[in-house]
């Protein structure tokens, strides 16, 4: 399996317009995480997906972020409109169902956006 | 709820040294506790992971970590450094049930000197 896929590996943008960022989770996970990871506050989570469906998003910053997983293979990361302060490494991760909360998650290579 | 803290943002060694990376977690269920490592721009790769069975742990390039309930710690160590052992290490706890999100500690930055 070539594991989870992320892109665009690199986004520049200016201030106010939209981006999206993708994630292809390794087949046969059944839940998948979107992190965000600043110098300042580390690695946090923005939102869990398991079986499509998101469970937890209290970590999404504001309603400028969405996020959706219209399928088991495929979730996108949406900011709009994009801020300076949006600025960070964004990671996409995916785990087996089974073993549920005792399994490990995959990561992929990370987004890094830089607004400008 | 769980947490994890990690006691330490900066550990720097010597190369052939002993590395001890200190993790202590907060969880109200048995947890599932892994380490992540991070070379710089990349992605996390995992270490090791402790899930119920053996309390000694041993993860892949000689790092190995021990699960104390009583300390509720779960430290990381290896005998000798390497050069290729720079980088972030993340301590990470899962909660018990199956929907349960992964919660990182804040990382510790390894700096190893030759």
């Known amino acids: 399996d070539a594991g989870v896929i992320q892109s665009p590996r690199h986004e520049v943008t200016e201030m106010g317009q939209e981006v999206t960022l993708r994630c292809k989770p390794i087949?046969?996970?059944?839940?998948l995480f979107w992190y965000r990871q600043t110098m300042m506050r580390g690695l946090e989570l923005l939102i869990y997906?398991?079986?499509?469906?998101?469970?937890?998003d209290s970590g999404m910053p504001e309603d400028r972020f969405s996020a959706k997983m219209p399928n088991a293979s495929f979730s996108t990361l949406k900011i709009q409109p994009s801020e300076p302060r949006d600025s960070a490494v964004y990671f996409c991760?995916?785990?087996?169902?089974?073993?549920?909360?005792?399994?490990?998650?995959?990561f992929g290579q990370g987004t890094r956006l830089t607004v400008v | 709820a769980q947490s994890v803290t990690q006691l330490d943002s900066h550990v720097s060694v010597s190369e052939g040294t002993p590395v001890l990376l200190r993790c202590n977690y907060s969880?109200?269920?048995?947890?599932?506790l892994f380490w992540y490592v991070q070379h710089p721009n990349k992605g996390l790769q995992l270490l090791l992971k402790?899930?119920?069975?053996?309390?000694l742990v041993k993860g892949i390039n000689g790092f190995e970590a021990e699960f104390k309930k009583s300390e509720t710690s779960f430290h990381l160590t290896k005998p000798s450094a390497h050069m290729s052992d720079a980088a972030e290490y993340f301590c990470?706890?899962?909660?018990?049930?199956?929907?349960?999100?992964?919660?990182f500690g804040k990382g510790t930055m390894l700096l190893v000197s030759p």
């Open positions: 991760a995916s785990r087996t169902g089974t073993g549920g909360a005792r399994a490990e998650a995959f």
């Open positions: 087949s046969g996970h059944n839940s």
């Open positions: 997906f398991n079986n499509n469906v998101p469970i937890d």
């Open positions: 969880s109200s269920y048995s947890p599932s």
């Open positions: 402790y899930t119920s069975a053996a309390t």
């Open positions: 990470v706890v899962s909660g018990f049930r199956g929907y349960s999100t992964l919660t």
